[in-house]
Every structure is written in C-alpha cells, then in structure tokens.
C-alpha cells in the first residue's frame, strides 16, 4: 500500500471530496461505515482513501475532546463490514485542534457490505447496481480484474483460428467484463469473448494490453 505521511494527510484535509477523500463530524457516526465500504470497493486495489472524522465539510476542524472514544465507536461500527476492512487510523492535529484521519486501501477482498454494497460515482457514495456488483465479484479473479483496468481504453486484440491467426492485430474497446466473459467494441462491433479462449499478453509497440482469442473449441 502507497504510504500517506502526516503532511500527506494534512495536505488532502481540504481537497475536493471525490473518489479518494470524505470528511464527516464527529456526530455523524452512521455515515462512517457506508463510506468506509464505498472507498474499500472503490478505490484502485492497495491504493488509499481517506476519511476525516472530526472535520466539516469545508474543512475545518471541530475539534472533538474525546478521540480516544471516537476512535473505539469508529471501531465497533466498521465491525459491521463483510468481509472485514483493513483499516489505519491517526490523530492529527490542525489549527491546534486534534481529528481523525482513517486510512482505507482498495480492498482485494471486495466486495464488501454493511447492508447494501456501496461505490464511489464522483463526490458520492451510491448504492452499487446489479452491473457494478457483478463486476465487483468478477474483480476476485486476477484475469477479470487486469482486464477491467483497461474498460473504456483502446487495446490491442489479435484473433487465431485452427491454423494460426486468422486476422492482423485490430484495436478494440473493452466495455464490460466479468467471470465469465468479456466484452469489446470496434466501431460498431460489439462483440462478447468467453475468457477460457482468452489470454492476456501486452503490445510492446503502443504499450498496452494485447488479447489473443481463439476462435475455436
């Protein structure tokens, strides 16, 4: 996991809310564990997020008495989550007044829940979809997950029948994939590719993913 020093923290403290930063009260203790989930199952994987707890949504800092207890009810509320999440937490202080900072990398182990399952759309946390879940359980498998890094960016796809390849190298879109399949574009031409006919390799002229699919059983 990418390590975020004080200074590191104290910088994100009042960035824009977006995919990577949350700030909540103190009082505002339902909330943590909904964002908790959504940055775990959001969040690029070993990658960090962050939750302020303690700050205003402007950033400024409440300046909480008791961040021993906070950080005990911040404990027994992230209990909730399935599968657990690792979590980091630090007391900083700014302005003379003292917060708490919650460190949550991308989770390999997503998804996770705390009721419904949660991602992260911009500055919000929502409800993950029936398309956004099943992605999710597909990002379990180290094949799904690489070639979801790569959705709604050009590749490289070269096709091979019984005797060979059958077509020269055609750039293509990938705009879906999961356990089972994955699906591209080229154009007009959308077309799904079972992943057992797959094999992932990488283009060394453009730099970047390269799959080889088997037109035969």
Not at 2 to 17: F, I, S
Not at 27 to 32: A, K, N, V, Y
Request: proline residues 4%; neutral net charge; charged residues 30%.
């Amino acid at each position: 996991m990418l390590e975020l020093t004080d200074a590191d923290l104290l910088a994100r403290l009042n960035n824009t809310e977006d995919i990577s930063v949350e700030r909540k009260s103190s009082g505002d203790s339902r909330d943590w564990i909904k964002t908790v989930v959504a940055f775990a199952n959001s969040a690029p994987v070993g990658q960090p997020a962050v939750l302020f707890i303690g700050v205003k949504d402007d950033g400024t800092v409440e300046g909480t008495a008791n961040l021993d207890s906070l950080q005990k009810t911040f404990s027994k509320k992230i209990r909730d989550a399935h599968p657990p999440i690792q979590t980091f937490s630090k007391v900083l202080r700014h302005e003379g007044k003292e917060f708490l900072a919650v460190i949550i990398p991308g989770s390999l182990e997503r998804p996770h829940f705390a009721g419904h399952s949660y991602v992260r759309v911009g500055s919000e946390t929502r409800d993950a979809s029936e398309e956004q879940f099943k992605e999710l359980i597909a990002q379990r498998t180290s094949k799904t997950r690489y070639i979801l890094e790569w959705k709604d960016k050009e590749i490289t796809i070269v096709f091979y029948g019984p005797g060979g390849r059958v077509d020269p190298p055609k750039e293509w879109t990938v705009t879906g994939c999961g356990q089972f399949f994955v699906t591209l574009q080229s154009g007009t031409r959308v077309e799904s590719f079972v992943l057992s006919k797959v094999e992932i390799s990488h283009d060394d002229v453009t730099g970047r993913m390269k799959l080889e699919v088997r037109t035969y059983i």
